[in-house]
């Protein structure tokens, strides 16, 4: 009998396979950082007004600057799923939205790996690694629910090609549930299309191949028009991209080691490993892995499409291309059944976000009654707890919706501009401000223009209120 390395052991392989689809999501998903954005709270409340309404706004419920101008969620599906959790279990239920999107992702990533003869820690030890870089964005926001599908899908694309053939016209509708959580659905047209022009180069049959194709790339189109906007949904993210504020957003600017110091840490280790490894790629698949970290450096938000595309391709080309060993169906059922048990537990165990400017609850309920229903000038990230409180907020998470006049001017304001501030003011007659205490230049201002005055502070930001008779 052949020697079994001590990677590929069945006890190791058992606890390699444990560990990467349930204690890892279950880990990272428990952690209260995925609370750490403002946006959180708007989405949950857009979900909580989706179900209550049982409708899909097409203008804005919420801010007082916006209020009953055009808008509609695009992440709506996300929005509904976390607010379910919201409803269910508070925070516990959303983070248990996210640990069970967590361990979808892991579960695919780890048996798509396994298919080959690669080493139990080996499959491990990568999905570590694409942990790393995907931290900083693991927040409980609409993306993360896609990351699953972004597997998927390209799993489906490579067995696709493993074959010989296209996929079946029925996947095509997982990119109906992408349009209907994210905007990024955009980049499985991208990932769909490099695996089409794969098939047409290297095909025996290259007319089959592009009948083929090609009617899955019109199943894709029709598949994604299934959202809220429609065929106008594949605009959405050019027109976004052409807005002045889009330098102002941190997940839009460029990466650089000194924001994201982890992302740069794996590549260096991928980019040492392949040119050790030398993986086995068609041109295709690097040219798409290249576009890949392309965007990933041009903006920070497409880190994690580049980190969970990889970890799908590169062990194809990095390891033995045999089959490997199929889980076993006990073993596959003792998988499920805890996840089962960890998603229902973590929605049980109750936990809380951090006292922060994302989640500023003790500082909005030092907010006195009387100016809960005043126009406010609110701190960007605290615009979706306001929200959530039932507060209307003057800005939140939501710029593209805003756009460039009101999102530049209040971003002079924040920067000391007191003639910004004095126009907003006299525009939405502005009765009270609730600021970050990071935010100084705006508290700065606030304390030293006349009328206003600070009747509360903490750790987390500061109450002013402006005397309308001064």
């Not at 223009?449 to 002013?464: L, S």
Request: overall charge positive; charged content about 15%; glycine content about 6%.
């Amino acid at each position: 009998m052949a020697h079994v390395a001590a990677a590929d052991r069945p006890r190791w392989s058992t606890l390699a396979l444990f560990v990467a689809v349930l204690l890892l999501p279950a880990v990272l998903g428990s952690s209260t950082t995925i609370f750490n954005d403002g946006d959180v709270s708007w989405h949950i409340a857009t979900g909580k007004w989706i179900l209550a309404h049982r409708a899909i706004p097409h203008v804005d419920p919420f801010s007082f600057t916006w209020a009953g101008k055009p808008w509609v969620p695009m992440e709506w599906l996300a929005d509904v799923i976390y607010a379910a959790g919201y409803s269910l279990a508070r925070y516990g239920g959303v983070a248990a939205a996210v640990v069970a999107a967590l361990m979808a992702l892991h579960a695919i990533a780890y048996f798509n790996m396994r298919r080959f003869v690669m080493p139990a820690l080996a499959a491990l030890a990568a999905l570590v690694l694409m942990d790393i870089a995907l931290i900083p964005m693991m927040l409980a926001r609409p993306h993360v629910l896609t990351w699953p599908v972004v597997a998927l899908w390209t799993w489906v694309l490579m067995r696709a090609r493993d074959r010989g053939r296209a996929p079946s016209l029925w996947w095509a509708l997982l990119l109906t549930l992408w349009a209907n959580l994210h905007a990024s659905f955009v980049m499985g047209l991208l990932i769909a299309a490099m695996f089409g022009l794969e098939a047409l180069v290297f095909s025996a049959d290259r007319m089959r191949a592009l009948r083929q194709w090609g009617l899955f790339g019109l199943a894709c189109l029709i598949a994604f028009c299934i959202n809220p906007h429609g065929i106008h949904a594949l605009l959405y993210p050019l027109g976004f991209a052409d807005l002045k504020l889009v330098p102002l957003i941190d997940e839009w600017k460029p990466s650089s080691p000194q924001v994201t110091p982890f992302f740069f840490a794996v590549l260096a280790v991928t980019l040492a490993l392949i040119a050790w490894k030398r993986p086995r790629l068609t041109w295709v698949r690097w040219l798409l892995l290249a576009g890949l970290l392309g965007l990933a450096l041009l903006q920070v938000r497409h880190q994690a499409m580049l980190a969970i595309v990889a970890v799908m391709i590169l062990p194809a080309g990095l390891a033995k291309a045999e089959p490997g060993k199929p889980l076993e169906r006990a073993l596959g059922w003792v998988l499920a059944a805890g996840a089962v048990v960890l998603v229902i537990l973590r929605a049980a165990m109750p936990l809380s976000p951090p006292d922060n400017e994302a989640n500023p609850w003790k500082l909005i309920a030092a907010v006195p009654p009387q100016l809960r229903s005043q126009p406010v000038l609110n701190g960007y990230s605290m615009g979706g707890p306001l929200i959530l409180s039932g507060i209307r907020p003057y800005i939140d998470g939501r710029s593209d919706m805003y756009g460039d006049e009101l999102v530049l001017g209040f971003w002079r304001i924040t920067h000391g501009d007191g003639a910004a501030l004095d126009a907003a003011v006299e525009r939405w007659n502005i009765r009270w401000a609730i600021v970050p205490a990071g935010a100084k230049q705006l508290s700065a201002l606030l304390d030293r223009t006349p009328g206003w005055r600070r009747i509360h502070a903490d750790k987390v930001g500061a109450i002013y209120v402006r005397d309308i008779s001064a």
